[in-house]
């Protein structure tokens, strides 16, 4: 017996067919994609996906710095485990990262737009320092003036910075379970005409989904959705496509039976290249997409 139902309408994306053949890739074919480009990986387990995201990092310090040039990298504040990697790698390996110009992708803010301070706990500026940066040896740290994070004070022209640093060599990030990047969330998408419009888009404050919401309640605020701010300030389309390249991790999951990104995986991956699906755009680019094994397993729905 089926049971015929509409998507709630809070969802920007309303394709229920789409949806549909999204849900019915299988594993055996998850890593198949019609753009050679867009390589998509399945790691065997967390611990092997975070140290692989580590030296991806730190592979692309040490060639940019074998080739005597900067290395400009977008950094995103979630997960976090690749980066006590990447600092334990650094210190034995004694990199010098004088090199190094990292962007942070986004930062919360208040109702008001209002950017958390770097000392509050909940701010991915925060994460950053404690998890990253105050690991790494001080004699091998970035200059100060060579670290970024998105604010209220910069984010009208924080897309101008990372241009003037002559963009990413790599952005890094992940997809979130409303489908966005960074925090360019997928009700943004109503904002543009077409692709290209939307694809030239830069910094800006957003709105937080209601998916990003409950999202990262779950995982960074023990589920206290009350504690997670409005609103928050992002890297725009055009700074990730502008990018030479893109190294997207998806570790969306609290066990086989829990993994909840087995379907923006597919969606974003597979599905139709559209503004209200923001992490599609990756297709039309080269990106490495790399996910969990139990994310590219079978999606399991009650639906027939």
């Not at 900067?70 to 650094?90: E, F, N």
């Not at 090199?99 to 301070?117: C, I, K, Q, S, W």
């Not at 500026?125 to 994070?149: C, G, S, T």
Request: aromatic share 10%; charged share 20%.
């Amino acid at each position: 017996m089926t049971f015929p139902h509409a998507l709630a309408s809070f969802l920007p994306f309303q394709d229920k067919d789409a949806c549909a053949a999204a849900r019915a890739i299988p594993r055996s074919r998850f890593t198949a994609h019609r753009n050679p480009e867009f390589r998509i990986r399945i790691s065997t387990d967390r611990d092997e996906q975070a140290r692989n995201f580590a030296d991806a990092i730190v592979d692309a310090i040490v060639k940019a710095r074998a080739e005597n040039r900067k290395c400009v990298l977008i950094l995103p504040a979630g997960p976090m485990t690749q980066y006590v990697h990447a600092a334990r790698r650094i210190n034995s390996e004694k990199i010098d990262l004088k090199h190094l110009v990292t962007f942070n992708m986004d930062e919360y803010a208040d109702e008001d737009g209002r950017t958390a301070p770097a000392s509050w706990p909940g701010s991915f500026q925060y994460a950053m320092r404690k998890q990253f940066f105050d690991l790494i040896d001080p004699r091998l740290l970035p200059k100060p003036e060579n670290v970024h994070f998105p604010s209220s004070d910069n984010i009208g022209h924080y897309s101008q910075l990372i241009q003037d640093a002559g963009d990413a060599d790599v952005c890094f990030g992940g997809v979130g379970w409303s489908g966005h990047i960074a925090f360019w969330e997928p009700q943004l998408g109503f904002e543009f005409g077409d692709l290209a419009e939307f694809a030239a888009a830069p910094a800006r404050a957003v709105e937080l989904h209601p998916m990003t919401i409950m999202q990262n309640a779950l995982h960074s605020f023990s589920g206290d959705w009350s504690a997670v701010p409005p609103r928050a300030v992002t890297i725009g389309p055009r700074d990730i496509l502008s990018a030479r390249h893109r190294s997207f991790w998806l570790e969306g999951s609290y066990g086989p039976d829990g993994a909840y990104q087995r379907f923006i995986a597919r969606l974003a991956a597979h599905g139709p290249v559209t503004p209200l699906v923001p992490a599609s755009i990756l297709q039309t680019v080269p990106t490495d997409y790399t996910v969990l094994s139990e994310i590219a397993d079978d999606v399991m729905t009650c639906i027939t």
